[in-house]
C-alpha cells in the first residue's frame, strides 16, 4: 500500500507534468500556420503513452553512484524518483519535471519531433491484410502454382501431418528475377485460401536502436501466431539474412539469429497455429546457409525467365480487361518478347494503351490537344467507340520498354532468323539437329535412346557470322537467349570470377530451355599449364564442373564462339562438353553472293541500278578474303558514296527513293573497304579447319 505522502507528490508531479504538455501542444498549435497539420498532431497527442526508459536510466546511474541505496529507489511516472534507503530522515528527492520550460522554441520542435516519431512508430506497425487475388491472376508456370499447392495442405488440414505425426512445412522461398512476381504469388497464395496476410519488407524491420530489430521480428511472429491460420511475407529478406560470416556488424547477425530462433519456435510441440513464411528474394546467394535449410524454408521456388508459352499465358491474364480487337494475335506478341517477365509486359500494356490514346484522341494540333485537355465533358460512347489497343501499338511501344531481364544478360533477339543469315547452310542444319530438333521432337529423339549435344563450338575468323548464327538459333527454337563476354566474367578478387560463372549456370537453370552463348570463350579458359595456379585455372575448374558436374543442366544447351580454338583447353572440347565443333569460314563465291542478296533484301535496301551485279561482285578477285561483316562494310560505303553524289548534284533534300548504288559507287567502295583477314591469316584458318575435320 502506498504511503499517503507518496500519493500526494505523485498527482502533483503528475500535475506539473500535464501542464507541460499541455503547455507546449498550446504553443505548437499557435505555432502552425498549415491547419492540416492540427489534427495530426491531435491524433498523435492522443497515440502518446507514458514511458519509464528515461526514468530507469536515470536510476540506474544513481544507483551505480550510490551503492547503499540498495532497492528502495522508487520511480514514479510523473517524473520523479526518492531514494528512502538512509531512512525517512535523510531520503533524497530528484524531481525530472522542470517547473516550466526554459527554451521554448527548443521545446516545440522537440515536442513535435517526439510527437511525429510516436506516431510514426504506431502507424509502421504490421497490419492484417485479406488480398483478394487468386491463382486465375497469376499467368504463367502452372507447374509452380502446383508445387505451391503441395506445400498448403497443413493450412486448411493440420490434422493431416498430425496424423503422421510429422512436422508440417512452415515455409518456401520464393526467388528469381526482379518483376517475375515473386511478391504477386504470395498475395495470390493468400488470396486463394482467404486467409490473413502479414506483409513486411525486410528493411522495415531494422532500426538503429541495439535490440529494437529483434523485438519486432518476434512481435511480428507472435502476431502471426495469434492471428494463425495466417500467411506471413517478408519481402526482400536478403537485406536481413546476410551471411553471418561476412556480416559487418553484430546487429546484422543478432537479427540473423533471432530469425533463426523465431522460424524453430513454430516447429516447437507447443505451437501447433498453422503460420506459413514466404520469404522473396533476388538474391538467394546471399543469404545465410542456415536460413535455407530444411525445417526454416523447407522448399525454394525459382521463378525465372518465362519462356514464349508462359508469356502468352500471361498476356491473356493481363488483357483480360483491355480493349482489344477479336482477331488480336497473342502468340505473335508473345514471340515479339523474348526476355520480358510479368512486370515488363505490364509495363508494355500500359505503354500500348497510352500509344493506343495518342492515335486516337491526341492527333492534331496544338490547339486540338488544348480543346480536348480544357474540355471537361466526359467523352461520348461516339468518341470512345474507336478507340482501342492494336497489335500496331504494341509493336510501337516495345522500342520505349526495356525487359528487366536485358540487365540480367538475357538478349532480346526478335528479329533475327535464318532469312537474316546469308549462305551457312550445312552449319545452320547442323545447328538444326543439335539444338533445334531436341526441343521440338523431344519425343522421337527419347524413342531412340539419343541425347541432345551438350554443346557447340563456333570457330573460324572474326566477322563470318558466328553470333549471328547463335542468335538465329535461339530465336528460331524460341528459346531464353543469354549472352555472355568471355572477358567480363573476369574478376580481380579471388573467388569472384568462379561466383560469376556459377551465377549465368544457375540463370541459365532458372530459364530452361535456354541457349547459353559464350563469345571469346578463349579469354576464359586458356590452356592450363602445369605450373600455372592464377584465377584463370581456377575459372576453367568451375566451367568444367557447371558443364558437365554432378548437377545436370537440364535442357541448357551451350554455344561458344572463338577465333583461336587452338589455345582453349581440351577438357573443354571433350565430349559431354563442348563436343561439336562447327567450322565457319570464309565464304566461297557462291556464300557471297548469298550473303550480298540477304545484306541488300534482294537488291531493294538500298536500291540498286540496273548496271549493279550483286553475282558479279561476290566472283570479284578483290572479294576473295571478305567474311559476311567485310561484305556489310562494303555495301555501306557504296550507298555513303551514292548519297553524298546525289547531295551534291541536288539542290533541294533528297528523296530516299530516288537515291540509288551504281557500280561506280561500288568500285569506290572497293578502295576504301580492305579484307580483315589476310592471306597468310587463311592459310592459317584452311590448316584449322583441316586439323577439325579429322
Not at 113 to 142: C, H, I, R, W
Not at 657 to 679: G, H, L, M, T, Y
Amino acid at each position: 500500500m502506498k504511503d499517503p505522502g507518496l500519493n500526494l507528490l505523485e498527482s502533483k508531479h503528475l500535475a506539473k507534468r500535464t501542464s507541460h504538455f499541455g503547455l507546449l501542444f498550446k504553443m505548437v498549435g499557435n505555432a502552425l500556420i498549415d491547419s492540416e497539420l492540427k489534427p495530426f498532431l491531435t491524433v498523435a497527442f492522443c497515440h502518446l503513452q507514458p514511458t519509464n526508459h528515461m526514468n530507469s536510466s536515470l536510476t540506474s546511474l544513481y544507483r551505480k553512484g550510490n551503492p547503499d541505496s540498495g532497492t528502495w529507489t522508487l520511480v514514479s511516472t510523473g517524473g520523479w524518483f526518492i531514494d528512502r534507503g538512509a531512512g525517512p530522515e535523510k531520503s533524497i528527492f530528484i524531481d525530472l519535471c522542470d517547473e516550466e520550460p526554459t527554451n521554448t522554441a527548443t521545446n516545440v520542435r522537440t515536442f513535435i519531433f517526439f510527437l511525429m516519431n510516436s506516431f510514426s512508430a504506431k502507424s509502421k506497425s504490421p497490419e492484417l491484410q485479406y488480398p483478394t487475388l487468386t491463382f486465375e491472376d497469376v499467368g504463367g508456370n502452372e507447374d509452380t502454382l502446383t508445387e505451391v499447392c503441395k506445400l498448403l495442405v497443413h493450412m486448411r488440414h493440420p490434422e493431416v501431418y498430425q496424423h503422421l505425426g510429422m512436422v508440417p512445412p512452415r515455409g518456401f522461398l520464393l526467388h528469381g528475377p526482379p518483376g517475375c512476381g515473386k511478391t504477386l504469388l504470395a498475395q495470390a497464395v493468400a488470396g486463394e485460401l482467404q486467409l490473413p496476410m502479414l506483409k513486411v519488407s525486410a528493411p522495415e524491420l531494422v532500426s538503429g536502436v541495439s535490440g529494437e530489430s529483434e523485438q519486432k521480428l518476434r512481435e511480428l511472429f507472435d502476431l502471426a501466431v495469434s492471428s494463425a491460420p495466417c500467411i506471413l511475407f517478408i519481402d526482400e529478406i536478403d537485406a536481413i539474412t546476410p551471411k553471418r560470416e561476412v556480416a559487418s556488424k553484430d546487429m546484422e547477425r543478432r537479427i540473423v539469429a533471432q530469425l533463426l530462433t523465431c522460424m524453430d519456435d513454430l516447429n516447437s510441440l507447443t505451437v501447433t497455429a498453422q503460420v506459413l513464411v514466404i520469404g522473396a528474394t533476388n538474391r538467394p546467394d546471399s543469404l545465410d546457409p542456415a536460413l535455407r535449410r530444411a525445417g526454416r524454408f523447407d522448399r525454394e521456388i525459382c521463378l525465372g525467365i518465362p519462356d514464349e508459352a508462359a508469356r502468352l499465358r500471361i498476356l491473356k491474364t493481363l488483357c483480360r480487361k483491355l480493349k482489344l480487337p477479336e482477331n488480336f494475335d497473342y502468340q505473335q506478341l508473345a514471340r515479339l518478347t523474348p526476355g520480358y517477365v510479368g512486370a515488363d509486359l505490364m509495363a508494355l500494356c500500359r505503354e500500348a494503351a497510352m500509344t493506343a490514346v495518342n492515335r486516337v484522341l491526341l492527333e492534331g494540333e496544338l490547339w486540338h490537344l488544348l480543346h480536348l485537355l480544357k474540355n471537361t465533358e466526359t467523352l461520348s460512347e461516339e468518341e470512345l467507340a474507336s478507340l482501342s489497343i492494336l497489335m500496331s501499338d504494341f509493336q510501337a511501344s516495345l522500342t520505349s520498354v526495356q525487359p528487366s531481364a536485358k540487365r540480367e544478360g538475357f538478349a532480346t533477339v526478335p528479329d533475327v532468323t535464318w532469312e537474316n543469315v546469308g549462305a551457312l547452310q550445312d552449319i545452320r542444319e547442323e545447328l538444326t539437329m543439335a539444338i533445334l530438333a531436341p526441343v521440338r521432337s523431344p519425343e522421337q529423339f527419347r524413342a531412340l535412346g539419343l541425347s541432345a549435344p551438350s554443346g557447340v563450338l563456333l570457330a573460324g575468323p572474326p566477322g563470318c557470322g558466328k553470333t549471328l548464327l547463335a542468335k538465329a538459333v535461339a530465336n528460331e527454337s524460341g528459346l531464353n537467349f543469354i549472352s555472355v563476354k568471355g572477358p567480363e566474367l573476369l574478376n580481380m578478387y579471388v573467388g569472384e570470377s568462379e561466383r560469376a560463372v556459377r551465377q549465368v549456370f544457375q540463370r541459365g537453370r532458372n530459364s530452361a530451355p535456354c541457349v547459353i552463348f559464350f563469345d571469346e570463350i578463349d579469354a576464359l579458359c586458356p590452356r592450363r599449364s602445369g605450373h600455372e595456379a592464377g584465377a584463370s585455372v581456377r575459372v576453367v575448374n568451375q566451367l568444367l564442373t557447371e558443364m558437365d558436374g554432378l548437377e545436370t543442366r537440364r535442357q541448357v544447351f551451350i554455344m561458344a564462339a572463338t577465333n583461336r580454338p587452338d589455345i582453349i583447353d581440351p577438357a573443354i572440347l571433350r565430349p559431354g562438353r563442348l563436343d561439336k565443333t562447327l567450322y565457319v569460314g570464309l565464304p566461297p563465291p557462291a556464300d557471297r553472293h548469298a550473303i550480298l542478296v540477304t545484306i541488300t533484301k534482294g537488291g531493294t535496301k538500298p536500291q540498286l541500278e540496273q548496271d549493279v551485279s550483286l553475282e558479279e561482285i561476290a566472283f570479284d578477285e578483290r572479294c576473295d578474303c571478305f567474311t559476311g561483316a567485310d561484305l556489310t562494310a562494303l555495301v555501306r560505303e557504296a550507298s555513303v558514296n551514292a548519297l553524298r553524289a546525289y547531295i551534291k548534284s541536288q539542290n533541294s533534300p533528297a528523296v530516299s527513293s530516288d537515291i540509288r548504288v551504281s557500280k561506280q559507287n561500288f568500285e569506290d567502295a572497293f578502295k576504301k573497304v580492305r579484307p580483315s583477314v589476310s592471306k597468310k591469316d587463311q592459310r592459317t584458318y584452311e590448316q584449322l579447319r583441316e586439323s577439325l575435320s579429322r
